[in-house]
C-alpha cells in the first residue's frame, strides 16, 4: 500500500501562487508515477500534471501549461506543484495519485493510490 497526504491549498486572488505538495510513504518503490488531478463542484475528475520517478518525464493538461509546474524530490518521496498566475476556474478540489503500473498517465483509473484531497480557491 501507499499513502498520500496533500497539502499547501488555500485561498489566493486571481494572479496569486499557491505549491501544493504529495507525501508518499508506504510501497513507494512500486510506484513509476504521480500525478495531479482536480474536481470542481459539479464537474468530472481531470488531469493536472504528472511526473515519472525515472527519467522524471513531466506531462500538463493544455489549461495549466505555462502556468503550473511538477517537480519531486526522490529523497522525501514527495512531488510538488507550483502553480502560478491562478484563475478562478483553476478552483477545485485537488489530488494527488500514484500508480503502479505503464498505462495512459493521463487518465484517473491508470492511478492506483489517491489522496485526501487539498482545496484550493481562486477568487476573482
Known amino acids: 500500500q501507499v499513502q498520500l497526504v496533500e497539502s499547501g491549498g488555500g485561498l489566493v486572488q486571481a494572479g496569486g501562487s499557491l505549491r501544493l505538495s504529495c507525501a508518499a510513504s508506504g510501497r513507494t518503490f512500486s510506484t513509476n508515477a504521480m500525478g495531479w488531478f482536480r474536481q470542481a463542484p459539479g464537474k468530472e475528475r481531470e488531469f493536472v500534471a504528472a511526473i515519472t520517478w525515472i527519467g522524471g518525464a513531466k506531462y500538463y493538461a493544455d489549461s495549466v501549461k505555462g502556468r503550473f509546474t511538477i517537480s519531486r524530490d526522490n529523497a522525501k518521496d514527495t512531488v510538488y506543484l507550483q502553480m502560478n498566475s491562478l484563475k478562478p476556474e483553476d478552483t477545485a478540489v485537488y489530488y494527488c495519485?500514484?500508480?503502479?503500473?505503464?498505462?495512459?498517465?493521463?487518465?484517473?483509473?491508470?492511478?492506483?493510490?489517491w489522496g485526501q484531497g487539498t482545496q484550493v480557491t481562486v477568487s476573482s
Open positions: 495519485a500514484a500508480r503502479s503500473y505503464s498505462g495512459n498517465i493521463y487518465r484517473a483509473h491508470e492511478y492506483d493510490y
